[in-house]
């Protein structure tokens, strides 16, 4: 397994260019399957996720073309000549079950192997499965597997997430484009990316208003035909190199970043003393004083505080002045981060959802472990504020979901490498 090696130092300046959203990417491509003509993607990201993603979809029927260095793929499915999603392939990436509302949407039958908890908490697909009862599918969980059938095609209803579920709203959303009459879905995920699905779905012929707010209605329609979509920026991505700067000292350009995208995340870094400009290539980030101060976070559904960037926020909060609290209310174990900080001098104490983080002057470099994507670039971010060197251990992590992480740290002067273990 690699480790990636950070020799803390000076500050940080340069230029980082912005990929295509994972979290965007993992639900646009299996809404390919909605329709037996071509759908061509731009401004993919390079990941191991994606590569899952092909191979998934390739097991159900579908031609995967990848042109472009990984950029550019085009995804055709003629028909879903393979109606179960593997155990094998699923285990890999939780994202998987995102299959299920399209194939059931398509062919009125699937079979989705469960995706099992991860690293930061059980994650169900209660939510994803309740709705799709709602639509009319019949559902069978034995042996590991979800069994969707709707013989007779989905009926349009009305139904209202008993939690804004990001994954749920996706799949309900795919499944609803193809169901007879209206459907109206409420309390659903206001992400950027759940609009950027539905923008690919308008493209192919959905009819698809309210996205981006709590309420999403849906027309069906008979058939979907293929289109051409590029993926939106990253807003993960961008938020975690906008830390890099405020960490270390220095100035950053992140291109392709787009303040609309993460306003609150925005707000509460300039609370903190970061100076955030937007420029006609994205936006500069640089501290507009000598020292971030304290802030307080709860993590929340967008438009809130993204749950995605609360590791990358508590690395820096380890160097601020003052004491902050952070409340992670999305997932209920997404503080692993936080036993590795404390090995590199950081104060921090956990109770529950609660990391209570006093900062201190300096951190000092030590071997760490990555525990999952978003704890694993946390580690590489305190990294370049420490002394001395900083051994992150397991990086595979982050091959999921940040695309030359060490090109992209390296641009911006950070003393980083990889190596294989
Ligand atoms: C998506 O996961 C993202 N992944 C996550 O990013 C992100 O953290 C999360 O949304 C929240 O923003 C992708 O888009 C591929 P949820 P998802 O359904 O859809 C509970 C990363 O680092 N829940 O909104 O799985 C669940 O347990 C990843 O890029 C149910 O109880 O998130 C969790 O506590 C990590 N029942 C909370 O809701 C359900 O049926 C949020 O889950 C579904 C979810």
Do not use: W
């Not at 969980?141 to 709203?169: I, M, Q």
């Not at 992590?397 to 695309?403: F, M």
């Amino acid at each position: 397994m690699d480790s990636i090696i950070v020799q803390g130092g000076g500050a940080v300046s340069g230029e980082i260019p912005i990929s295509g959203a994972k979290n965007a990417a993992l639900t646009l491509m299996p809404a390919a399957l909605l329709t037996d003509q071509p759908v061509t993607f731009t401004n993919v990201p390079r990941l191991s996720d994606i590569k899952t993603t092909n191979e998934l979809l390739a097991s159900l029927g579908t031609e995967v073309v990848v042109e472009d260095d990984g950029q550019k793929i085009t995804l055709t499915t003629p028909e879903i000549t393979n109606q179960v999603a593997h155990y094998d392939i699923v285990r890999k990436m939780r994202a998987s079950i995102l299959v299920l509302g399209p194939m059931v949407a398509r062919d009125g039958v699937a079979a989705v192997s469960l995706p099992g908890g991860c690293a930061i908490g059980a994650r169900p697909v209660d939510i994803h499965l309740r709705g799709l009862e709602a639509l009319g599918v019949e559902l069978d969980l034995r042996d590991g597997y979800v069994h969707a059938k709707a013989p007779n095609g989905l009926t349009g209803a009305t139904y209202e997430l008993p939690f804004a579920s990001v994954g749920a709203t996706e799949n309900l959303l795919m499944a609803a484009t193809l169901t007879k009459g209206t459907t109206v879905l409420k309390n659903v995920a206001r992400e950027p990316e759940i609009v950027d699905l539905a923008d690919l779905l308008r493209a192919m012929g959905a009819n698809i208003t309210g996205d981006g707010s709590t309420v999403m209605t849906i027309e069906g329609v008979d058939k979907l035909h293929g289109a051409t979509h590029a993926v939106v920026a990253d807003r993960i991505e961008l938020g975690t190199y906008m830390m890099a700067p405020l960490i270390a000292g220095g100035s950053v350009e992140l291109l392709g970043g787009k303040r609309r995208l993460l306003e609150s995340f925005c707000q509460k870094l300039e609370e903190a003393g970061a100076s955030i400009t937007e420029t006609e290539r994205g936006l500069m980030v640089a501290r507009n004083g000598a020292r971030i101060q304290a802030v307080d976070v709860t993590t929340e559904p967008y438009p809130g505080f993204p749950t995605d960037l609360q590791a990358q926020m508590m690395a820096l909060l380890c160097t601020a002045e003052g004491t902050s609290v952070l409340n992670e209310t999305i997932f209920e174990n997404r503080f692993m981060h936080a036993p590795e900080l404390v090995r590199m001098g950081a104060d921090i104490e956990v109770s529950g959802g609660t990391a209570t983080v006093t900062g201190v002057d300096k951190l000092r470099g030590a071997p760490v472990m990555a525990t999952d994507l978003r704890a694993s670039v946390s580690l590489i971010l305190a990294g370049l504020a420490s002394t001395g060197e900083t051994r992150v251990a397991r990086v595979y992590h982050l091959d999921r979901g940040y695309e030359r992480v060490v090109s992209k740290f390296r641009a911006i002067g950070a003393n980083i490498e990889r190596i294989k273990e």
